[in-house]
């Protein structure tokens, strides 16, 4: 079978490769046989390719932090899945055509939804949702800032908050998506400058802003910061700019704003089986009902997948990319 793998860190489209691999090895008691139907390149695959994500696996490696199977065997102890069901693993290294899985580390998702969206669902609208819920207590009305507002997470987000009734102010680093996000349900779109807290706070009327997202750290947060209320929460969940989040000694001082971190990986650690099913329930509902979509840009087959490292690097993307390793779903 056909697995994307690397032998050394480096720019991703250079060293990833489609290699031929063993079989899987038929599933014991407690296992799945798997067969991936599709998966989306994410920026935390691309730095682990380079060797600049947390987890640095030993070479050569496999990689893939989600994506959508079928599953096509299952072990005799396994009583909670049938041959034919739509799983998402909990596991990494989904980059290949199939695999075995304990059952346990697999969450059964909906057979009738777009498989597409489903290899998307097991970590941008999480990281979207517990952000968006987990940090400031928000009722019907209020505003949350967030930047890279037209990236995966940043679509989920404004379909989220719209559903909860918050308003969004969406940033973003280049003209002619303010259609586009609006149309999702954005509230405010706003281009990244230098005047960026003068216009949140001439677009929500100064209104009191508690919650603010951002994916892009260095010096974007001093740049919106101002528009923040005093105690206002900045939860950091990226580095897009390369460079490490900031703020001004009068936004760290004087507006006492918390900056703190987010990680999914840890937040699914945490939680009980009971709640990551429940968790990812509600998430692949809310797919089906179309609250959640994210626009897929191009698709790829297996044999594709340095062209699609490729498409996924580029700047100015208007969905994701996304792999087939078996061919159309
Ligand atoms: N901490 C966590 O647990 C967690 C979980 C999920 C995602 N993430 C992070 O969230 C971020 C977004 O992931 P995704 O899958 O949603 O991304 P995505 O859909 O692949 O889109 C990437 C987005 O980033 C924007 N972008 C790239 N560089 C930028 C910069 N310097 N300034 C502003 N915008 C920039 C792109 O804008 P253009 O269209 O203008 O090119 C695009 O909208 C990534 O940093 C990812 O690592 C973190």
Redo the contacts with the bound molecule.
């Keep these: 079978m056909k697995v994307a793998q690397f032998s050394s860190f480096g720019r991703a489209e250079d060293v990833i490769e489609c290699v031929e691999a063993d079989e899987p090895l038929s599933p014991q008691a407690d296992e799945a046989a798997l067969e991936v139907l599709a998966f989306?390149i994410?920026?935390?695959d691309l730095?682990t390719i380079e060797g600049r994500y947390a987890i640095r696996p030993p070479l050569p490696a496999r990689i893939g932090a989600e994506c959508v199977a079928r599953v096509v065997a299952i072990g005799d102890s396994v009583t909670d899945l049938s041959v034919g069901d739509l799983v998402i693993p909990l596991d990494r290294d989904n980059w290949v055509q199939r695999k075995t899985s304990k059952a346990g580390r697999l969450v059964k998702v909906p057979a009738h939804v777009d498989p597409l969206q489903l290899a998307m669902l097991k970590?941008?609208p999480p990281?979207a949702y517990l952000m968006m819920t987990k940090y400031v207590e928000l009722a019907p009305g209020d505003w949350i800032v967030q930047?890279?507002a037209?990236?995966?997470?940043?679509h989920c987000l404004i379909r989220l908050a719209k559903t909860e009734g918050h308003r969004t102010i969406n940033i973003?680093?280049?003209e002619g998506l303010e259609g586009e996000l609006t149309a999702l349900g954005a509230d405010v779109v706003l281009v990244?400058g230098p005047d960026l807290s003068e216009r949140i706070a001439a677009a929500t009327g100064r209104a009191p802003i508690r919650l603010a997202i951002d994916?892009?750290g260095g010096s974007?947060i001093v740049r919106f910061g101002d528009a923040l209320a005093d105690e206002a929460v900045i939860v950091n969940?990226?580095?897009?700019?390369?460079e490490n989040p900031q703020l001004s000694g009068h936004q760290c001082v004087f507006k006492r704003l918390w900056l703190t971190?987010?990680?999914?990986?840890p937040w699914l650690q945490k939680m009980s089986r009971e709640d990551v099913t429940a968790l990812y329930a509600k998430l692949a509902g809310q797919i089906a009902d179309g609250t959640i979509q994210?626009p897929v840009e191009a698709t790829f087959p297996m044999e594709g997948i340095k062209e699609a490292i490729a498409h996924?690097n580029a700047?100015?993307?208007r969905g994701?990319v996304l792999v087939m390793p078996n061919g159309p779903v």
């Design positions: 989306p994410n920026p935390a730095l970590v941008n990281t930047t890279a037209n990236s995966g997470v940043g973003v680093r280049r990244d994916a892009v974007q969940y990226g580095r897009l700019s390369g971190g987010f990680w999914l990986v994210v996924a700047y100015q993307r994701k």
